[in-house]
């Protein structure tokens, strides 16, 4: 089965500067998809960023950009010019596209705080 | 309004009563999911379902129900609550298996005392 781990339960970074959040995964398939979600204190779940598997280049959303090592199973996130509204959790989720196995696996979640 | 609507948004139950949250979604996905949202865990997948009529299992369907009759509706039901079960319930939906991302409901709120 895919698992999906975060191993930073709380990152905290200046405003204005550049974090990192972590993501490894597990798997044994080839082709497959990876998303970072963020979840501010309203709860509500907004999609940041996707990256297909085939897909070499990482993706990117204005500030938002990922490093993905399909050989390490690695799916890291940086934002860059961290702004106060990024504070949240982040999760990562690993998506399978083998027909009849559709589900999104997530990640414990990443607690960011952002100081002014 | 078009979008993925859960009800009730905050809901207190005794222990041994039966609930029902409620989900329903506008764009005729033809996927949703249930999720609940406990610390340390993330979210976990309680059911799915790939259309109307057809729901499978996921992570953690022990002590839930499921039915989708209607492609648009997918209600996940509490036989018998459990302590265990106070947690954030989270519907979601998607067109297909590929990149579509999930959109995701504002949650359900279960306090089982």
């Known amino acids: 089965a895919q698992t999906v781990t975060q191993s930073q339960p709380e990152m905290s970074v200046q405003e204005a500067e550049t974090v990192t959040l972590s993501c490894t995964y597990d798997t044994s398939e080839s082709d497959y998809y990876l998303f970072w979600y963020k979840q501010p204190p309203s709860r509500q779940m907004i999609l940041v960023i996707r990256q297909e598997a085939y897909k070499q280049q990482n993706a990117t959303e204005n500030r938002f950009s990922v490093n993905f090592q399909k050989a390490a199973k690695s799916f890291s996130l940086k934002i860059s010019d961290s702004q106060l509204g990024d504070a949240a959790m982040y999760f990562c989720a690993y998506r399978t596209r083998i027909q009849g196995a559709q589900k999104l696996v997530f990640g414990q979640g990443t607690r960011l705080t952002i100081n002014p | 309004d078009a979008g993925i609507t859960q009800s009730p948004r905050y809901k207190i139950t005794e222990t041994g009563r039966q609930v029902t949250l409620m989900c329903h979604q506008t764009w005729s996905h033809s996927y949703m999911f249930w999720y609940r949202q406990d610390l340390g865990h993330g979210l976990r997948l309680i059911y799915y379902?790939?259309?109307?009529?057809?729901?499978d299992k996921g992570e953690v369907p022990d002590g839930y129900v499921v039915s989708r009759s209607k492609t648009e509706n997918f209600p996940l039901t509490l036989e018998s609550a459990t302590r265990s079960q106070t947690s954030v319930y989270f519907c979601a939906s998607t067109w297909d298996r590929g990149s579509s991302p999930l959109h995701f409901g504002n949650g359900t709120r279960l306090t089982v005392t």
């Open positions: 379902s790939a259309a109307a009529d057809i729901t």
